[in-house]
């Protein structure tokens, strides 16, 4: 089958990965793809949010499966698009993607519906939110409600701070429109752990566990970012905490969106806070995690075209999700000063390196090819990820692999996975 997936990032680099050892896929294309998704698939040069080529790039190329990878498209209805035109496409629905794309929206659902999560409050005033800031506790956290990168979230020690965030969000629309409502809830401490489902509809099916790390700096210091690396599995997630979940998150969730009209088919990401009281929901995304994807899915058995296509015709309950009892790590490499203001340009040497490196990848993030070189293009660069019998072995290898790629202004942080030396 000719397949087709939508995206430029280092998730989309990993799925194309997945859907190019696929022994049913005989033509891969990105739309619009980077330098090393274009090792794997045709790169055809059409944006994200333009539905209206995407489906007739499809139609005319008889292009029998789309793969929508980012949140903005699938959040302003790209599934929709491609289902109106009669093909066959994997991710949900714009109703269902509102799970990500409002976050009062799954705030108030997690209360109907008594999946766990933090106390919170919405506010669409800033006079109203820094009213309600005046009796809060602190620290307190503050999210813009729309799409803001993995970046809308402010976590502020003092009140001081907190009215600044209302200011940045609401006001100054530092996250633009973003912030035209905004959520304040409960600051809650524990270790944090993400969990990529399928999904369709009925049935929900979770892959194996990972920990990102979001903050800029090594330590959990500097601004919030789209991810500065991953591990999998994490060794936090229990099976007595999975059984939780299973029943009181994960199926409740499948369980509420069905109830509200809005069946979710696709992959649900449930970012948990494993608080002292119990499991709770941080977010929801409606896509695969980016960096996340990049250390569940080479340790997935199963070809991702036969899951993908069972969670669209609604017999996942069939599907037997595998992984490889072993762990990865992923040390993102970024351009320095992101996530605010960095260069780009810069040519990207050592990447041949990774070519035919059993357990090594290399997965594009921010690249694309100029004058026959690949150059740094954009905040995120590279993610590189290592496989290993355990997760120190992992990391080990991950960071032994970062040596091996050299760019002007390269940055990473130093002590992804850290938390398993403490096991």
């Not at 939508?6 to 005989?26: P, T």
């Not at 990102?212 to 970012?225: I, P, V, W």
């Not at 060794?235 to 979940?245: G, L, N, R």
Request: charged share 25%.
């Amino acid at each position: 089958m000719k397949v087709l997936i939508i995206g430029s990032g280092g998730r989309e680099h990993a799925i194309a990965y997945c859907a190019a050892k696929s022994k049913r896929v005989s033509k891969l294309y990105a739309a619009p793809g980077n330098a090393g998704i274009a090792k794997l698939a045709e790169c055809v040069d059409i944006p994200v949010m333009d539905f209206e080529k995407q489906v007739a790039f499809a139609k005319e190329n008889a292009i029998d499966f789309v793969i929508v990878g980012p949140d903005d498209p699938l959040v302003a209805g790209c599934v929709d698009a491609f289902e109106a035109a009669g093909i066959k496409v994997f991710g949900p629905r714009k109703n269902a993607a509102i799970i990500e794309g409002s976050k009062a929206f799954s705030k108030d659902l997690m209360k109907k519906y008594g999946i766990p999560t933090a106390a919170y409050e919405t506010f669409d005033n800033a006079d109203k939110a820094l009213e309600y800031l005046e009796t809060a506790q602190f620290p307190i956290v503050l999210k813009a409600d729309g799409l803001a990168l993995g970046k809308g979230v402010l976590i502020c020690n003092t009140l001081a701070e907190a009215k600044d965030g209302v200011k940045e969000i609401m006001l100054d629309k530092h996250f633009g429109d973003a912030g035209n409502r905004m959520v304040i809830e409960e600051y809650m401490t524990g270790r944090e752990v993400s969990v990529l489902a399928f999904c369709d509809g009925t049935t929900i099916k979770t892959m194996t566990s990972a920990q990102d790390h979001k903050r800029a700096k090594d330590g959990d210091q500097g601004l919030n970012t789209g991810g500065m690396g991953t591990f999998s599995p994490s060794p936090f997630y229990t099976k007595e905490i999975d059984d939780f979940c299973q029943k009181e998150i994960y199926n409740k969730t499948m369980a509420a969106m069905k109830a509200e009209g809005r069946a979710f088919t696709g992959v649900l990401f449930t970012g948990l806070m494993l608080t002292d009281k119990g499991a709770k929901v941080l977010e929801f995304n409606a896509r695969f995690g980016d960096p996340e994807a990049q250390v569940v899915l080479p340790r997935m058995k199963n070809d991702i075209i036969d899951v993908m296509e069972a969670c669209i015709e609604g017999r996942l309950d069939e599907v037997n999700l595998e992984f490889e009892d072993n762990a990865a790590v992923c040390v993102v490499l970024a351009s320095d000063g992101y996530p605010v203001s960095y260069e780009k340009g810069f040519p990207i040497k050592g990447l041949e390196t990774f070519d035919n490196k059993e357990g090594y990848y290399v997965f594009h993030a921010g690249t694309k090819e100029e004058n026959g070189e690949i150059v740094t293009n954009g905040g995120r660069v590279l993610g590189v990820t290592a496989k290993g019998e355990n997760l120190l072995k992992a990391r080990a290898n991950a960071y032994e692999a970062v040596e091996w790629i050299d760019f002007q202004n390269k940055y990473m942080r130093h002590d992804i996975g850290k938390a398993i030396d403490e096991q």
